[in-house]
Every structure is written in C-alpha cells, then in structure tokens.
C-alpha cells in the first residue's frame, strides 16, 4: 500500500481539509475514524466521479465502515496522484455557468498493482474487503463482444492459464483473490461490475467462472456458493479530466489538486439486489435496488450511449471536437433524435417510472452541456466494444421482427469510416485506439475504395458482428451504401439525404 506522506504546502491532502475555501464542500464526518469496507478496481475519472461519490453520499448518510481501497492494475499509476493526497480529490459539477466543488473522502487509501498483481491480490484477499466494484472499461473483460464468452485466445488470458498465480488480465486477478479466499478465511464476496456492457454482472460471472473452472472443481463449487456478480446499470458523462480543470481548482481554490474529477449533474446508478454478504446501502445515497436491471441498461445504453456514439463518429468526420459542438449541428442533432425515436425506443421495453420518449429529451439535453468537454475521440475509442450493445442488438432485434434498420445502419457505417480512415489507404486521418484497429486498417489498406467490399470484411469479424446478422442482405447493403458515403467528399451528404425522406 503506498505511504501517505504529509502533503506538501499547496497540495490537497488530510490537513487540508479544514483549510478549504467554504465554497468547497467537505466531508461531513470524521474521516479519521473511515475503515475500509471495499476495494475499487480502475480508479478513473468515472470512479471518482460516480461511485465514490455514492459512497461518500452514504458516509454522510449513515457513517459505517465502507472505505474503499482503490486499486489501478493499469497505468496511470495512483502513488503520486491520489495517493500523495491522502485518496482526497475534488470532484466538479458543471452546467453551463454553474460549477460546484466537493472535496471526496470516501477513497482511504490506493494501491499501485500494474507491474505486479501481488499488492492487488493482498487487498482482494482481505477478509474485512466484502465488495469489489470495478470500472475497467468494456474490454477489461477479456470476452468476445458478440457472445459474451470468455475470449480464449486474448494474450492475457492465455498468460493466466499458464500462470495462475501471477494474474496480468481481469479475470485472472478475481479467479485468484477468491482462490486466496478460500483458501484461508472462506469469507463471501461480492463483485459488482460498474462497465457499460449489457448484463454486466453475467458477463463477469461468465469471465471468472470460465477461468476458475480449468482451476478445479473445489474452487468453481466455492466461487457458486460464496461470490455473486449482481450488474448495475451506472450513468453519468465524466470526461477525461485536462490541465486546464486541474489549473482551474487551483486557481479558484487556492490548492493543487492532481485527481480532480468533472462530471455533469446527473446521476443513476441501478443495482441489482443479489449480493454475496455485507454490502454498503447505496440506496441510502439516492441508487435504486433491483430484482432486474436490464430494461434500465438497454434504455441507457441504446439511447444515451448509442447517441454519444453516433454523434461521436459523425462529429468526428464533421471535423467537430466535442459532443456539445455536435450537438450544435441541427443536421446531426435532427438525425439521432429521429433514429432514437423510430429505430431505437420500439427495441425497448417498459422500465418502471420512466417514459422513455421525455428520456430521449432528457439525454439530448445533457449531450447539449456546453460545460462538459466530451471529446468525440475519448467516445470513439474502443467501438468495436461499444457498438454491440448500443447499436447492434437493437439492429439484430428489428431484422429479427422484419423492421427497417435504415438509421441505426448509419453509426455502424460511421465507425467503420472512422477506423477506415485512420488507415494508410486514407491518410492516417487520426490516431485511433480501439483493439481492432490494426485489423481493420490491413483490410482497408488491402481493399481501396470499394465501400462493398470494405464492409463486407468488416462484417465479417464475428468476435463483433454475430454471423446472422452480417449475413443480412438488407443490412449488408444499407451499411455500404453509407459507408461509401461516409468515406466521400460529404461526408454527411447520406445523412442529409436521410433526413429528407
Ligand atoms: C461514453 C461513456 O466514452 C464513452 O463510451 O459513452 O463514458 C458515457 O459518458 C457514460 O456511460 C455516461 O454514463
């Protein structure tokens, strides 16, 4: 566990605390006497941003021992940031002209685990740890998007089959903390996936009990009787955090902040109500139990997440920077309004207290925060995880039902630009960072400009497009035609022609 040195003059830490400028909101009990309760893989701007905030809302609420040590087994490292900070850290809300400041204090200490998955596997094997929460982004779990079954052949995997004890993937580490557990003190755990993947809590179950089960059979019976991976659905836009939000807490607030964290004011976060022992009682701080979360993550995937990602891809090949800039476009706004009306909401089904047409606006409204920088990049980044469950699971529902799929072809066909065009054959338009792109840009350079071609290979990778669907005609075609569309001069010219019909 990294030392908390004394903070230096200027930087936020415990002392602090009874320092801060009273526009700064501070924790409301005593963090002296905070105990860890849980620990927190992927401790990003989401983390601080969403659920420890929850957490410090339940400390407030009603004071018990429900800490959390946050883990990364990914860079960045936490040593330096949080860590030289005591786990403090300032999280802003912006909308429009209002900001508001909180300084957090529910994070008690942080634990650097990238190189070596010992110091990670000392905290998950604690007998006082009852929960881990994890957000380690879609594809943390190893898995194959178009099944959801544990992707045999990832590196990482294949290293943990080999060397169980000293884990490099996601799946390995949790196999091997509840080996641990059961090993020495048999106590239950539960592990609550917070990533943006439909029935996120079956993926995980899926992952580590795949792995577990080529352990042994002991360990696969332990792991039934004493874990649980209830999902969640979580929401709230937490962008990556700049220089100039870090220079701006400094400026307004007199000290150094190296872990600040923005976020819209929204916020939901729906848990399922299926946990091994000892949980914290979030519900206490405004989130909703559940028997069934998946009406409310198909609702906020397929239209929050599948509006960002369409916007994401046509903005970027608008040449605009941020969500809110698309979202200043009356062309594209017009156009994910009026697929989310007609394509997306019939794929859904009711969910309890909310109208789905009134949370489309909703959504569209956030998109519209000028205050949140979302860049169209971060968004893009990692669609081949992404676009299963916001775009192609409501295609493949709508073929399976005989309805047009004309709109919701056109985010599939704008990521398929997006990767094509980072590719040599186009120029190297833009750095992109998502697995399959290296794949995509060897088909793209070996094909040229043949859009029908292009995006038949890339229908073809069945870790992404289940089979049956890239064998649709009326599918296959709608993509191409507005992938050549997307790779033209215009490249919002199919659009508006869409928008005219
Ligand atoms: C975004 C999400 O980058 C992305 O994939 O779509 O991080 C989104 O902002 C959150 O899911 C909102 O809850």
Same mark, same amino acid.
């Given at each position: ?15 602090? #605390? ?15 006497? $905070? ?22 809302? #339940? ?388 094909? =040229?400009?043949?859009?029908?071609? $292009? ?32 790779? =033209? ?13």
């Amino acid at each position: 566990m990294s030392a908390m040195p004394p903070e230096q003059a200027g930087r936020l830490g415990p002392s602090l #605390l009874d320092r801060l400028p009273p526009v700064v909101r501070r924790p409301a009990y005593d963090r002296s006497k $905070l105990k860890p309760g849980m620990a927190h893989i992927g401790v990003g701007a989401f983390h601080r941003g969403h659920q420890a905030e929850y957490t410090e809302d #339940l400390l407030e609420a009603r004071f018990g021992p429900w800490g959390s040590i946050g883990v990364n087994v990914r860079p960045p490292a936490l040593a330096e940031t949080l860590g030289r900070q005591g786990g403090l850290y300032t999280r802003l809300i912006r909308e429009g002209d209002r900001m508001e400041a909180r300084v957090v204090g529910s994070i008690c200490a942080v634990v650097d685990s990238v190189q070596d998955s010992a110091p990670a596997l000392a905290v998950l094997a604690r007998p006082d740890i009852h929960a881990v929460t994890m957000t380690v982004t879609e594809k943390g779990y190893c898995h194959r998007p178009s099944t959801g079954a544990l992707d045999l052949g990832h590196p990482d995997i294949a290293h943990d089959l080999a060397h169980p004890q000293s884990p490099r993937s996601l799946p390995g580490l949790l196999v091997r903390a509840l080996e641990l557990r059961m090993a020495s003190h048999g106590r239950s755990l539960t592990l609550l996936s917070c990533d943006n993947i439909p029935a996120n809590g079956v993926l995980l179950g899926t992952v580590v009990r795949t792995l577990a089960e080529r352990r042994g059979h002991a360990l696969l019976k332990w792991i039934d009787a004493n874990a649980a991976f209830p999902s969640a659905m979580v929401d709230r836009i937490a962008p990556a955090v700049t220089d100039a939000d870090r220079d701006q807490v400094e400026r307004e607030f007199g000290y150094r902040d190296e872990a600040v964290a923005v976020g819209e004011p929204f916020r939901q976060w729906v848990i399922e109500n299926r946990f091994a022992g000892p949980m914290p009682q979030w519900d206490l701080a405004g989130a909703t139990l559940v028997s069934d979360v998946e009406p409310f993550e198909h609702l906020k995937m397929r239209v929050l997440n599948g509006a960002q990602s369409t916007l994401s891809y046509l903005g970027v090949l608008t040449g605009y920077e941020h969500t809110c800039d698309d979202m200043a476009d009356p062309l594209l706004v017009g156009f994910v309004r009026r697929m989310l009306m007609e394509e997306t909401l019939p794929t859904l089904r009711p969910v309890p207290g909310i109208d789905a047409a009134a949370y489309v606006e909703q959504s569209l409204a956030r998109l519209r925060n000028t205050a949140i920088r979302h860049r169209n990049h971060q968004i893009a980044t990692d669609g081949s995880q992404k676009i299963v469950q916001r775009v192609l699971n409501p295609i493949r529902e709508r073929l399976g039902r005989g309805q047009d799929v004309t709109l919701l072809a056109a985010p599939v066909a704008a990521w398929m630009a997006y990767l094509a065009r980072a590719s040599a054959r186009f120029g190297r338009q833009w750095p992109v960072a998502d697995p399959y792109a290296g794949r995509i840009a060897a088909i793209a350079d070996g094909i =040229g400009d043949d859009a029908a071609a $292009l995006a038949g290979e890339i229908l073809s990778i069945d870790t992404i497009f289940d089979p049956a669907l890239a064998a649709d005609h009326a599918f296959r075609a709608k993509v191409a035609a507005l992938l050549q569309g997307f790779l =033209g001069t215009d490249p919002l010219g199919c659009l508006r022609r869409l928008a005219e019909d």
